[in-house]
């Protein structure tokens, strides 16, 4: 049954501004299940808030897709008034639930786009299509992407390969083509992070960057995408957290009016809705307290606040900020019209059947993104061990927290069918690794993440890499996630040292790796199934 969408201008203040909040909730179903404590709240306390604050939305994140379907029917039927629930699925809802659709990152695209910028765009659209579809299938109606800020910095932190490219003009025609895809189903998208965080070395999610580019560069390579995608149609806008002494010298571009308002609305001529960035991130509770920053996001312009560090208090110091005659009540108003005309374009009605998420079509695109972004050189193929010992040794940044490595995956079966032993080891504790006698199949998984503050590279990782290679035991080198760090292995190791570069961390991604170093049938790796390897 679908949901109807009541008369916002019959609502109390409060009733108004809580629209305009959008909470962090888990995607599991039960509170055992919560992985983000600090950030997710018991059911019990989330069930007050949608019941009692007329919360716009949450944006979720963990559990599978079938749970998700459960969980989206369940936040639901909580609230009064419609939600919107978001999530951050600029790699296909399989990247955040597992079971949907989980595409490489968007960076693939630009190395295939280099090649065939006509195939690039046909990707993306259906990158954006199918997101969109599967998105609705389990209750998903607010897409927080397209990335479209230009990654021109190899050193950035947090964008890194989540952009289309380096180039306004990659990043540009790759974006509107997802946008497009995506406009073909009831469901909102996203451009962000206005206007820029691709040339940045600082994570905003820990510090406050600084941009300190002229006005005609910002409108040379930053701006570009963000009109083209304006021009596409996209739904909402995500600020940046960042500094721009160019723009505005005082306050960062969340909290800036003549950005917001002056830039955006008024020279770019965006109508639609301005949503935060998370304000929970260390570059917003770093600047002021969270009560302030609430406020202070509303006076600069947003319609949407992400994640406050507690509804209740932000609902009401926005309210005592109305009473005072700080912000008008036509401000408000404002933004919850522009909030209103999003949820119509919202079909709010039960998820489909979970048959949606098995698209052969998405497994083929996958595969044909992997394939045709892949790189390789030195000697290939990589002859198998003829003796023993010899290990596969994977470095990976978080083993506690890889929704993409068991014993069952690629990285670890088929390494140990060709007769290799295996050793994992986080970035953290690489400095332990041991320099013995073993030739070693070194498998590399890194790319630009949130709350680290760097790039996954420091100067300590890339001296233990160093005496891995001095060594000379280092048989075959497999790099998952950044073409960044593929550059500075390529000026490490011997010429003829066999190497496979692959975007996607995925394990179709690793089966596709190995295939091509080792010279394997496709496939191969569907046949370990049936061996028992003694794990």
């Known amino acids: 049954m679908t949901k109807l969408l009541p008369n916002w201008q019959q609502f109390s203040l409060k009733e108004k501004i809580g629209q305009t909040i959008v909470v962090r909730a888990s995607g599991y179903l039960f509170d055992a299940q919560i992985r983000y404590p600090e950030w997710e709240v018991p059911n019990h306390q989330l069930q007050r808030w949608l019941e009692n604050l007329n919360l716009g939305g949450v944006i979720l994140l963990g559990g599978s897709s079938a749970e998700l379907l459960m969980r989206s029917r369940q936040l639901q039927s909580w609230s009064t008034t419609p939600l919107l629930i978001a999530a951050d699925i600029e790699e296909g809802v399989g990247q955040r639930f597992s079971g949907a659709s989980w595409f490489p990152p968007p960076m693939a695209l630009s190395a295939i786009a280099a090649k065939n910028l006509s195939l690039a765009r046909e990707y993306a659209l259906k990158m954006g299509e199918i997101t969109a579809k599967e998105a609705l299938t389990v209750g998903i109606n607010w897409i927080l992407a397209p990335v479209v800020d230009v990654n021109n910095n190899p050193a950035n932190p947090v964008i890194n390969i989540r952009a289309f490219g380096d180039t306004p003009t990659i990043v540009s025609n790759l974006a509107t083509a997802f946008i497009e895809g995506a406009k073909q189903y009831p469901v909102l998208t996203t451009a962000k992070h206005f206007p820029g965080h691709g040339d940045t070395v600082t994570d905003s999610h820990l510090n406050l960057p600084t941009l300190l580019h002229s006005d005609e560069r910002l409108a040379q390579i930053e701006l570009p995408p963000f009109k083209q995608a304006l021009a596409t149609g996209v739904d909402s806008v995500m600020t940046a957290h960042l500094s721009i002494p160019a723009w505005d010298c005082q306050y960062p ?62 609902i009401d110091s926005i309210y005592k900020a109305v009473k005072s005659g700080r912000i008008s009540e036509t401000r408000i108003d404002r933004s919850v019209a522009r909030i209103w005309q999003a949820k119509e374009k919202v079909v709010f009605s039960p998820p489909n059947s979970l048959f949606e998420l098995f698209d052969p079509e998405a497994t083929k695109i996958t595969e044909s993104i992997l394939r045709d972004s892949l790189k390789v050189g030195g000697n290939i193929p990589l002859q198998p061990p003829q003796a023993q010992p010899v290990r596969n040794l994977i470095a990976i940044d978080d083993v506690l927290n890889c929704n993409f490595l068991d014993i069952h995956t690629p990285a670890v079966a088929i390494p140990k069918k060709l007769g290799y032993q295996l050793q994992i080891v986080a970035r953290q504790t690489l400095a332990g690794v041991q320099l013995d006698t073993r030739d070693t199949l070194l498998q590399v998984f890194i790319r630009g993440n949130p709350f680290r503050g760097s790039a996954g590279f420091t100067p300590q990782t890339q001296k233990i890499y160093q005496q891995l290679i001095a060594a000379n035991k280092i048989q075959g080198l497999i790099i998952y996630g950044s073409s960044y760090i593929l550059d500075w292995f390529c000026s490490q190791i011997p010429s003829d040292l066999p190497w496979v570069f692959t975007y996607g961390q995925m394990p179709i991604a690793q089966a596709i790796a190995l295939e091509k170093l080792f010279n394997l049938a496709p496939n191969f790796s569907d046949t370990l199934s049936n061996h028992n390897f003694g794990f």
């Open 253 to 314: 571009v969340t909290l800036s009016n003549s950005i917001l308002n002056g830039k955006l609305r008024q020279q770019l001529g965006f109508e639609g809705i301005i949503v935060t960035d998370a304000l929970i991130m260390g570059s917003m509770t770093k600047y002021a307290p969270p009560e302030e920053i609430a406020v202070m996001a509303v006076e600069a312009g947003v319609d949407v606040l992400l994640m406050p560090d507690n509804p209740e208090k932000a």
